[in-house]
Nanobody
Framework: QVSLVESGGGLVQAGGSLRLSCKASRSLRGYNILGWYRQPPGQQRVLVVE????????YGEVVKDRFTVSKDNAQDDTFYLQMINLKPEDTAVYYC????????????WGQGTQVTVSS
C-alpha cells in the first residue's frame, strides 16, 4: 500500500503558473501509471495527464501544451505537474494517482489539492 500527498495548490490569477507535487510514502519505481487528474466543481474527475512505465505520456486535450508532468530526478517517490497560462476553467481539485495495473482502477489516490484561477 502506498499513500500519496499532493501539495502546491492555491489561488492564482489567470495567466499565472503553479507547480503541484505528489509525494509518495515509498518508491514509485515499478508503477505502471503515474498521473494527475482533476475534478472541477460539480463535475466528474477527469484525466489531466498520465505517464506510463514504458515512457509514454498522455495529456488531456484541454491542458495540452500548458501543463507538463515530470518525475523528480533525485527521488523516485515524487512527481510534479507544472501548469502555465492558467485559465479560470482550470479551477478544480487536482489529484495525483499511481497504479501498478494498466489503468487507475485499483490504483492509489491522493487527497487532492485545490487550484483556483481567478479572472
Amino acid at each position: 500500500q502506498v499513500s500519496l500527498v499532493e501539495s502546491g495548490g492555491g489561488l492564482v490569477q489567470a495567466g499565472g503558473s503553479l507547480r503541484l507535487s505528489c509525494k509518495a510514502s515509498r518508491s514509485l519505481r515499478g508503477y505502471n501509471i503515474l498521473g494527475w487528474y482533476r475534478q472541477p466543481p460539480g463535475q466528474q474527475r477527469v484525466l489531466v495527464v498520465e505517464m506510463t512505465r514504458d515512457g509514454n505520456t498522455y495529456y488531456g486535450e484541454v491542458v495540452k501544451d500548458r501543463f507538463t508532468v515530470s518525475k523528480d530526478n533525485a527521488q523516485d517517490d515524487t512527481f510534479y505537474l507544472q501548469m502555465i497560462n492558467l485559465k479560470p476553467e482550470d479551477t478544480a481539485v487536482y489529484y495525483c494517482g499511481a497504479s501498478v495495473w494498466n489503468s487507475m482502477a485499483g490504483g492509489h489516490w491522493g487527497q487532492g489539492t485545490q487550484v483556483t484561477v481567478s479572472s
